[in-house]
């Protein structure tokens, strides 16, 4: 079998093994995909928002909820170039919901957090019907989306305006950018039309508003935070100024810089089932009810 012959067949066993990948509802490899669910109706200028659920088969008992917020620099980016990360969290027994939001300039930074904390909403009121436990609902978010995810598992107004206590019992944050958008703002000299004017506006008081780090408190849900060593600078000084300031509310909380890993590479390393990013997240979930019991005693 010559070179070329040999390229074409493994090219195409890599298709072929995509296209199971993405089948809509296969229950074959351990799960099932319940796709584009609604969980909030079009408005104005904003269409239906949806999500993807990821729901291991046959679950023996509730399982613990994981919600992604994907990234896309508050612009771009879609839920559904994440399915594989779905379906290989079912393999953990996690229930995996990936969730789309309005993006800028159609939307700004205070309602992409208004649709996002209406998805929690939503997945509190109708997980238990996919396996899922609507006590038990974590919140994660890479890039732009860990801004999303930190904004509404922290500051507590988002809930509040849904008429419900925060539900998140755990974050996890990959690369998170945004966390101080006042401070990013305020040292870069960006042109006027810049799409994150369109996204923060241009008024001073609304970059610390949609700051996560400004938002800090006792009594957060406990996180984890993934950083890439070789990340962009930006997210490399906010995150920094955030775990710093961690120090006052939950020293405790751990912080991990992986040693090489780019912006992107953050997110794709998930594209491997056997990354050990799994389990070092799934113990963070699992440990989350052991403090929870300490605290009590």
Not at 20 to 42: E, R
Not at 55 to 80: Q, R, T
Not at 110 to 131: C, F, L, P, T
Not at 174 to 186: E, F, H, K, R, T
């Amino acid at each position: 079998m010559n070179s070329q012959i040999r390229v074409t067949i493994i090219i195409l066993f890599i298709l072929f093994a995509a296209a199971l990948l993405t089948l809509s509802g296969c229950t074959f490899i351990g799960n099932t995909a319940h796709k584009n669910i609604v969980y909030a109706k079009a408005s104005g200028k904003i269409p239906d928002q949806q999500l993807n659920i990821f729901e291991p088969n046959k679950p023996d008992k509730p399982k613990d909820v994981l919600i992604f917020i994907h990234g896309g620099n508050w612009n771009s980016g879609k839920k559904s170039q994440y399915s594989l990360i779905g379906r290989n969290w079912t393999k953990k027994g996690i229930v995996y919901v990936i969730i789309d939001y309005p993006l800028s300039p159609a939307a700004t930074y205070e309602q992409m957090a208004d649709y996002a904390a209406r998805s929690v909403k939503w997945v509190k009121e109708n997980i238990q019907h996919y396996g899922g436990n609507p006590d038990r609902i974590f919140i994660s978010g890479h890039s732009a989306g860990g801004h999303l995810a930190a904004l509404i598992a922290i500051d507590d107004q988002y809930f509040q305006k849904l008429g419900m206590e925060n539900p998140v019992k755990g974050l996890i944050l990959i690369d998170a950018a945004g966390l101080d958008m006042y401070g990013y703002l305020l040292e870069e000299n960006l042109s006027k039309d810049h799409t994150y004017f369109k996204t923060f506006t241009a008024d001073q008081k609304t970059w610390k508003e949609a700051s996560p780090l400004y938002h800090l408190h006792k009594g957060m849900p406990p996180m984890t935070i993934l950083r890439g060593e070789k990340t962009y600078p930006s997210i490399v000084t906010s995150n920094e100024k955030f775990i710093k300031a961690m120090h006052e509310f939950a020293p405790e909380t751990p912080y991990e810089i992986l040693k090489n890993k780019k912006h992107i590479p953050m997110i794709t390393q998930f594209f491997n089932p056997w990354n050990k990013r799994y389990d070092q997240i799934h113990h963070f979930m699992e440990g989350v009810d052991s403090k929870a019991e300490t605290a009590k005693n």
